[in-house]
């Protein structure tokens, strides 16, 4: 889908969400204890949300949220973001795409 690659080239990192959904919650909460700014897309509260979702449920996410993109490559849902910032691995590739410019825990 056109909508979700231009959003993905154009943001350092990209949370597709739904409002009422606990882990996308928790997943948004902890990009932003980095420091980071991702671009946040509620597809529950967008018109074309259900076109958005299918597209997402192609890529491959399932569930389709919380669907997490750092540095355009789609990076997984809740458990994979989670698994990588329990091995100190998320701050880097939130390094390495700009979406933090300094870290030092």
């Not at 996410?61 to 919380?66: E, G, L, M, T, W």
Request: glycine share 8%.
């Amino acid at each position: 889908m056109e909508v979700l690659a231009r959003l993905i080239a154009e943001n350092p990192v990209v949370i597709f969400s739904k409002s009422t959904c606990c882990m996308s919650h928790t997943v948004k909460a902890l990009i932003f204890s980095f420091g980071a700014n991702p671009a946040v897309i509620e597809i529950d509260k967008m018109p074309n949300g259900h076109q958005i979702e299918r597209a997402l449920i192609q890529l491959g996410c399932h569930p389709s949220v919380p669907a997490v993109f750092i540095g355009q490559q789609f990076i997984g849902g809740a458990d994979k973001v989670i698994g990588l910032n329990i091995q100190n691995k998320l701050a880097q590739l939130l390094l390495n795409a700009k979406a933090i410019f300094i870290w030092g825990k």
